[in-house]
T-cell receptor, first 118, second 114 residues
Framework: GAVVSQHPSRVICKSGTSVKIECRSL??????MFWYRQFPKQSLMLMAT?????????EQGVEKDKFLINHASLTLSTLTVTSAHPEDSSFYIC??????????????FGSGTRLTVV | AQTVTQSQPEMSVQEAETVTLSCTYD???????LFWYKQPPSRQMILVIR??????QNATENRFSVNFQKAAKSFSLKISDSQLGDAAMYFC???????????FGTGTRLKVLA
């Protein structure tokens, strides 16, 4: 259980265009989703927390106008990288929090999207 | 601010041997969670083991166990009987109770030698 489908797995786009990344929970509903960014050979950095039906909360230093997050339903969250530039090239990963009881809650991650901006 | 430090960028272990990956963290909180995640070449993050700070007993999952030293703020991962499939990046992560936010360490790349 707790499977997350992230799409696309890999995308190459031209500088100045926008790219949408989707994360879908396949067998559960989640009110909260997290978007991470991972630079090559580096750790995951939390970009934003997305709550269903409300505005996302962005971490310090993350431009909310560049990284648009939409969490319109309990099973789908999207991250749109607007006016992409080469420095936005990175690996983006979504994560859902699953479980409410302290004893068994955790997080499940999507398989990630490698974005290359040329 | 909380921080997580993994001081070993890379480790190697012979197949069937035991290896320990180190993780230290800094926090003023008393209630939190600690995790070890594995990221194989596929880049899919896989939960290896989880420890709750209020539990003194070290968590164990099959060949994986932790040595949780709360006073020392240390959380090492021991992998016994290492297998080729264990080769991956391993990330230590911290979450303060109720924040729902991970703070990840920089990772340790584990190589398993046949």
């Amino acid at each position: 259980g707790a499977v997350v489908s992230q799409h696309p797995s890999r995308v190459i786009c031209k500088s100045g265009t926008s790219v949408k990344i989707e994360c879908r929970s396949l067998d559960f509903q989640a009110t909260t989703m997290f978007w991470y960014r991972q630079f090559p050979k580096q750790s995951l950095m939390l970009m934003a927390t997305s709550n269903e039906g409300s505005k996302a909360t962005y971490e310090q230093g993350v431009e909310k106008d560049k990284f648009l997050i939409n969490h319109a339903s309990l099973t789908l969250s999207t991250l749109t990288v607007t006016s992409a530039h080469p420095e936005d090239s990175s690996f983006y990963i979504c994560s859902y929090r699953v479980g409410l009881v302290r004893a068994n809650y955790g997080y499940t991650f999507g398989s990630g999207t490698r974005l290359t901006v040329v | 601010a909380q921080t997580v430090t993994q001081s070993q960028p890379e480790m190697s272990v012979q197949e069937a041997e035991t290896v320990t990956l180190s993780c230290t963290y800094d926090t003023s909180e008393s209630d939190y969670y600690l995790f070890w995640y594995k990221q194989p070449p596929s880049r899919q993050m896989i939960l290896v083991i989880r420890q709750e700070a209020y539990k003194q007993q070290n968590a164990t999952e099959n060949r994986f166990s932790v040595n949780f030293q709360k006073a020392a703020k240390s959380f090492s991962l021991k992998i016994s009987d290492s297998q080729l499939g264990d080769a991956a990046m391993y990330f230590c992560a911290y979450e303060a109770q109720g924040t729902y936010k991970y703070i990840f360490g920089t990772g340790t790349r584990l190589k398993v030698l046949a």
